[in-house]
């Protein structure tokens, strides 16, 4: 059967009468060349790209405002329970496609831009993207902040507007380099700055008691220095709704950025010191916490921006006029992560300090508003601050956080009478050496939620990194798969397929994916296949394109696209698959590949500037690469690129392109991961171990539509405990063998013996990740991908299953359960603040 034709979904309503208003096409040309001409300041003749790009930008945020200023409005007349994230990153991409697919006039601005002879593509790809996160932490937060507007749910986004964002990645001679991300040098048309609800934020200095008015003892913080935070907020619109959220992005800066008097005595940079000192708070992302100065900087950092954002959101309470102690009832404050975990502490100092509540009700306050949502299941990347440095920049917090530790134990000693190893391990100070501020235990104990973000990450959680509070309190604890949004990772990023999916089923999937499974319907029919198949082959032809101008390497459209794309770390593996390319490699050089399959080894990431190793993983895969691509012998049938500064608008290019998705991780090392949503979502195949969320995505999409192999949690757990010695797989696995040998050799680094012998040295000493014990099992479940790949229809029928039972990893499912288990939030309509309604507020 054929697919039914469908018409396209229809825009949101606007005002055809209101130029800065309207959706059509003759409106949205006058608004561009007013913007290019009233906003940039150029005419056609002299305009180039960016200034093009601006225009159309300016012309569709003032499409967003009106949505905007209406939810603003609804939720200061309604006071409505709002929900707060709190995050370190915000990962949003380019703003302009997002804004366009959600206010349903992509089309119409494209045949707009056509009739003008412009390429609407190509100003698309003038935007700088936000480099305002380091990976899936940050992504996840832009993709909840999308299903939260589009689910209609009142909700800020709070983080800070780092200057610098991740660094800009290049590779040079194989070796990432870390270049300056300007993603401001443009300057950023989406945001807007609201200097008169700036705060101020206090830092170092000492505490000091006195007895109030009452008669009470209460202390105040005289602090060494003070910064002002100033908002920027940008709007964030839900699809095909009115609702138009905030993200509220802080940047600090100098109570007094000029000192005249010292300027005239003849020290220029003595008058500007302390704006040079202030704005240090918010110019990079993640400061190398290797050096004092680093950790305090972070420090410093992450209390800038929670302290801004309470403070803002206690003047957003009462302004509507809510009583300080009923702000639990208004806002449900999300920590993502344990970066803003010092919110908890600072929650308390506004209460009992500068509100004067009394102790029981403040606390009582702060629980109900906070959850925690926790990220990882690697001990060492749980937070934690050595106290001097704690009591030195936050001296009033740690007076804080002592007292609510001093409560929480009497409340262990009671619960788990008699048993004080639970005292130390419970403790929110460590005192097992140098003591340490714990900032994940804060988090727990001042929280009235705690989840994990995959079924597997939260039962881990539970017996296994926060034992102790799970066995405090059960009832905290609950599982929120994490999900992203389809918006970005279909409907703006792969336009084929969701033309071709709509097409068959009409468009209610875009905002309820599990209706997407209808596609099911169509897998028996032969057009609709040879559809997917060259919907799949076209992307893949756009990928090759774009290989191509970064890399210089020229790759076949034809050959399986296996991608590993994400942030480069030891336990994500990505030297297993290097493995497996070597493996690969020498079985076509030696005539054992018997009838060979073409295959591009596709990889991007970030590693850490100061995470050595990683940088060395990247140094592999790049030297790998240079031997195969230019060898005569296989160039055809192998090919390895790295493609440099992998970010999401690299993302939307390479996920509708890709075939084989590799999530390698070493199982019970990854918390979640959401690359692997959106690859199935796009139609890949994925090989994996039974890690994070890859346990669930098996359970969608089929075993027999997911290619598993590796060692479980509980078997990695029992390996270690008996003892592991990776050297046993070396000499019993004689392509193993060979492969650690030939890199060991020098044969990838020109001859060089030493540049990979600490990976080498490290895999058969150490190998914490048991690539050795899982690459036996990884080599032959590559084969059997192999053996798939080479039945077309069976595969196009796999990659069709994987899109189709990928509805559960949508983000507003998850939006849907921290609303209802956690938040206690409901959707708030929103109504159109037309210029009228305006003018009649205003008189």
Known sequence: MGAPHVSAPVPLTADDDDERTSFSKESLKRAFFDHLFYTVGKFPKISGKNDLYLALAHTIRDRSLQRWISSTAQYNQTAPRTVAYLSAEFLMGPHLGNHLINLGIADSVREALAELKLDYGEILRQEEEPGLGNGGLGRLAACFLDSLATGQIPAFGYGIRYEYGIFFQTIIDGWQVENTDKWLRYGNPWEIQRAEWAVEIKLGGHTEQYTDDAGYLRVRWAPEKTVVGVPFDSPIPGYRVNTTNTLRLWRAEATESFDFSVFNRGDYLGAVSKKVTSENLTKVLYPNDETTQGKELRLEQQYFFVSCSLQDMIRIHLARGGAIGDFDRKFAIQLNDTHPAIAIAELMRLLVDEHLLPWDQAWGITTRSFSYTNHTLLPEALERWPLDLFQRILPRHLELIYEINARFLNDVRIHFLGDESRISRLSLIDESGERYVRMAHLACVGSHAINGVAELHSDLLKHGLLKDFYEMWPEKFTNVTNGVTPRRWLVLSNPRLTSLVTGAIGDGWVTDLPRIRLIEDYIDDAAFRQEWRAVKRANKVDLAALILRRTGVKVDPDSMFDVLVKRIHEYKRQHLAVLHIVTLYHRLKSGRARDPLPRTFIFGGKAAPGYHTAKLMIKLITSVGEVVNNDPDVRDLLKVVFIPNFNVTQGQCIYPAAELSEQISLAGKEASGTGNMKFAMNGALTIGTMDGANIELRDQVGAENFFLFGHTAAEVRHIKTAGYHPGDYYHSHSELRTCLDLIQSGFFSRGDTELFRPLVD????????????????????????????????????????????????????????????IWHVKPVPVDLYDEAEMEHTLR
Not at 765 to 790: G, K, M, N, T, W
């Open 762 to 821: 490290d895999l058969l000493r150490h190998d914490p990740y048991l690539l050795l014990a899982d690459y036996q099992s990884y080599i032959e479940c590559q084969d059997l991908v192999s053996q798939a790949y080479r039945d077309t229809e069976s595969w196009t029928r796999m990659s069709i299953l994987n899109t189709a039972r990928s509805g559960k990893f949508s983000s507003d499912r998850s939006i849907r359960e921290y609303a209802e288990q």
